[in-house]
């Protein structure tokens, strides 16, 4: 039996609000659902891009080790720089194709975390990065 569906990927964020706003506005991920707290705050949220789950979740913001908190595959690459720099984002690294076998682009949110969405050029039968 196949357990595994999907993962979600939660990122820390000083405003779960606006976080969610750069998502959906600025990146193309549609909200799924915010939760709030009793006197209205939003304490999480929850976006989706097709097959991509992104958590949001109040907190101190970015909490990245190293130079991605998160890698997100997309089917092209170079159409989605095109929409979301056409939504005002900003790019932190171009598209470029990469050593490990992916053409991809890097995105700093509102909070420092290094987002990374990229291209597979030679997915596998198991998808994209396997």
Sequence with gaps: MIQGQRSMPVL???????SASFFT???GFSLAGCWKDD?????FAIVVMDKITVGLTRGEGSKSGGPWIAYFYVADIDAYAAQITGNGVKLQREVMDRFYGCRDLDIEDLDGNFLCFGQDLSPGDDGPGL
């Design 12 to 18: 820390s964020v000083k405003n779960v609000e606006k």
């Design 39 to 43: 006197d209205g705050t939003a304490s």
């Design 25 to 27: 506005e600025g990146l």
